[in-house]
């Protein structure tokens, strides 16, 4: 039985007093729900006032990113642990803003995988490929790429703590959807090079999400798919209303 997981990524949005704001009143909102694990994650600045917004509830907090040291001279760098003593029990890592935009590399991501399970966050890595990349017919080379890159010398006990998210970066931000069957093929894809990789046990239950203009209108649609276990949502989890409902169309 694998425990649908629906993650926020508010990016680079909401400051201390709409990130409380948006917190609280998602908390008010959700009392009845408990048969899903809901993620909130803010920016770095405004992960104090969402742990206040989320209190008493079983909402979880995350953070967006990380770095692989304990400490040390890296100017405007966050650490494992300072996301631990901030309330965080999960972590969004090897996001496709953070490949592009900042340069993140495999070799990263499978650091910041290690450290974060070392601490005992709970890590989301993003896996996914560029629209180019799929009209070359690649989605499969790419995303099992960085599949075997994240996973690389990881142990069964480790991998089994992971959560995957498949995010095409061509539907990220652009109102662009992967059809539920494409979407779910890839995860099928995903699951079963996790096989040749792991065990059964970890084939059957990872949590795999789907990330990618997910909105209220096509989240039933995605999320009643077999290999589909809950979605990153970055545009429609800002908003109350749109988060909530995509929630509820989690709930089996
Ligand atoms: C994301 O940021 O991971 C994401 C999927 O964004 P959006 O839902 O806006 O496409």
Same mark, same amino acid.
């Given at each position: 039985?694998?425990?649908?997981?629906?993650?926020?990524?508010?990016?680079?949005?909401?400051?201390?007093?709409?990130?409380?704001?948006?917190?609280?009143?998602?908390?008010?909102?959700?009392?009845?729900?408990?048969?899903?694990?809901?993620?909130?994650?803010?920016?770095?600045?405004?992960?104090?006032?969402?742990?206040?917004?989320?209190?008493?509830?079983?909402?979880?907090?995350?953070?967006?990113?990380?770095?692989?040291?304990?400490?040390?001279?890296?100017?405007?760098?966050?650490?494992?642990?300072?996301?631990?003593?901030?309330?965080?029990?999960?972590?969004?890592?090897?996001?496709?803003?953070?490949?592009?935009?900042?340069?993140?590399?495999?070799?990263?991501?499978?650091?910041?995988?290690? %450290?974060?399970? *070392? !601490?005992?966050? &709970?890590?989301?890595?993003?896996?996914? =490929?560029? #629209?180019? @990349?799929?009209?070359?017919? %690649?989605?499969? *080379? !790419?995303?099992? &790429?960085?599949?075997?890159?994240?996973? =690389?010398? #990881?142990? @069964?006990k480790e991998a089994k703590k992971v959560v995957i998210a498949y995010e095409p970066v061509w539907?990220?931000?652009?109102?662009?959807?992967?059809?539920?069957?494409?979407?779910?093929?890839?995860?099928?894809?995903?699951?079963?090079?996790?096989?040749?990789?792991?065990?059964?046990?970890v084939y059957e239950s990872k949590i795999i999400l789907y990330g990618g203009s997910v909105k209220?209108?096509?989240?039933?649609?995605?999320?009643?798919?077999?290999?589909?276990?809950?979605?990153?949502?970055?545009?429609?989890?800002?908003?109350?209303?749109?988060?909530?409902?995509?929630?509820?169309?989690?709930?089996?």
């Amino acid at each position: 039985m694998r425990i649908p997981v629906i993650a926020g990524n508010w990016k680079m949005y909401k400051t201390d007093k709409e990130a409380y704001e948006l917190a609280s009143s998602l908390k008010n909102r959700l009392k009845d729900v408990n048969s899903i694990k809901i993620v909130l994650c803010p920016p770095f600045t405004a992960l104090s006032s969402v742990k206040k917004g989320i209190e008493g509830s079983n909402i979880h907090l995350g953070a967006q990113n990380m770095h692989w040291e304990d400490e040390g001279a890296f100017t405007g760098e966050i650490s494992a642990k300072m996301l631990l003593s901030s309330g965080c029990s999960f972590v969004i890592l090897g996001h496709s803003e953070r490949r592009m935009y900042f340069s993140e590399t495999n070799e990263i991501i499978n650091k910041k995988l290690k %450290k974060a399970l *070392e !601490v005992g966050l &709970n890590p989301i890595v993003c896996v996914g =490929e560029r #629209l180019e @990349e799929r009209e070359a017919g %690649k989605t499969e *080379e !790419v995303v099992e &790429n960085h599949l075997k890159g994240a996973f =690389e010398e #990881l142990s @069964e006990k480790e991998a089994k703590k992971v959560v995957i998210a498949y995010e095409p970066v061509w539907a990220i931000g652009t109102g662009k959807t992967a059809s539920p069957k494409q979407a779910n093929d890839v995860h099928r894809f995903i699951r079963e090079k996790l096989k040749g990789l792991y065990s059964q046990e970890v084939y059957e239950s990872k949590i795999i999400l789907y990330g990618g203009s997910v909105k209220p209108e096509n989240a039933k649609d995605l999320l009643n798919q077999v290999d589909i276990d809950g979605a990153l949502v970055g545009g429609a989890s800002l908003k109350t209303d749109s988060f909530e409902k995509i929630i509820r169309s989690a709930i089996i």
